[in-house]
């Protein structure tokens, strides 16, 4: 390899000479330096845009990048295609180094965090850099942001013939990870028997949504239009769930769970309630709950009176609350 040489920069200034055959060759020497040096180089650019593949196990992974990667460098970038996807804490060793640990960053608590359940996916590709002063691999941030994993959404109408109960296959999602969202038009204007609650239902818990109207009520024979709307989150800390139960006269119900951060959590509710006496809207209107939370650790339930007693309806009311991290 040539040995880089000083270039004369004073070529054509008073008192100088002209470039001779000595300043030309030491300009094509130079050229020949620079073109070994990127040469040499070669190799790192092409390990930095190949993705390799990795070995080991889902948690304790391993690599060969043919001895090329440095852990003594700073913010090294070490690009694999996972060959399994991550149940937990992980590692990774490259090339018989010890395993260090592969970590996140979390915004909320402004730390490096362990890696959780699917972080790192089958033969979805990632990047890892390097960190010296912590000893171990970052995984990249990915754009975004959404908590969202997925979302699914079913038209249909009530099925009549199935009596006071629905059930609808769905593409499986974790229950503790999701919500559902109901919503209703009637066919009628005559409202009760048109509203209903629905859960995760199935084997396995998740593969499907259970829908429940109210039993016996008059006019239970038509069929609402219905969209079910599921949301699959990721990054979820908690799932509670429950039923409310509303005797005729009840107007408020308060439910007791475990504490939640307000700014961090979302509420679904669905109904079903039955008419049992007087005026069908008045009755109907009875029926329509609402919640809210009134303290980290309490739900309330009300609904509106119908002004008199002879209007009245009993109801169930389905709650979802979840919490992210």
Not at 3 to 19: E, F, H, L, R
């Amino acid at each position: 390899m040539s040995n880089w040489q000083t270039p004369i920069t004073t070529w054509g200034q008073a008192g100088k000479t002209v470039p001779v055959a000595g300043d030309f060759n030491r300009i094509e020497g130079n050229t020949q330096y620079l073109k070994d040096e990127i040469d040499s180089h070669k190799a790192d650019f092409a390990i930095l845009q190949q993705f390799m593949t990795t070995g080991g196990t889902a948690n304790a992974l391993t690599v060969d990048t043919g001895g090329e990667f440095n852990r003594q460098i700073d913010g090294n970038i070490l690009p694999i295609n996972p060959s399994l996807t991550n149940t937990g804490a992980a590692t990774i060793a490259e090339d018989g180094h010890s395993p260090a640990a592969i970590k996140k960053y979390d915004i909320d608590a402004d730390a490096y965090v362990d890696l959780e359940a699917g972080d790192i996916k089958k033969n979805n590709p990632i990047v890892l850099r390097w960190s010296v002063s912590n000893g171990f691999f970052a995984l990249a941030p990915k754009g975004g942001g959404s908590n969202i994993k997925n979302i699914q959404y079913i038209e249909r109408n009530w099925i009549i013939a199935d009596g006071t109960v629905t059930s609808i296959p769905i593409t499986p999602v974790d229950p503790n990870n999701s919500i559902i969202y109901l919503y209703t038009r009637p066919r009628d204007d005559r409202l009760n028997g048109q509203y209903g609650t629905v859960e995760f239902g199935g084997i396995p818990l998740g593969s499907e949504v259970i829908l429940k109207r109210y039993k016996n009520l008059p006019y239970d024979s038509y069929a609402p239009d219905l969209l079910i709307t599921i949301v699959e989150f990721k990054n979820v800390k908690s799932k509670q769930s429950g039923t409310v139960w509303f005797s005729t006269d009840d107007l408020v119900k308060t439910v007791s769970i475990s504490a939640v951060d307000w700014s961090k959590s979302i509420i679904s509710i669905t109904f079903r309630g039955g008419y049992f006496s007087g005026n069908y809207d008045h009755t109907i209107a009875t029926m329509f709950p609402s919640c809210k939370l009134i303290s980290n650790n309490q739900l309330e339930f009300a609904r509106r009176s119908a002004g008199t007693s002879n209007y009245k309806a009993q109801a169930y009311v389905n709650y979802e609350i979840i919490e992210f991290n």
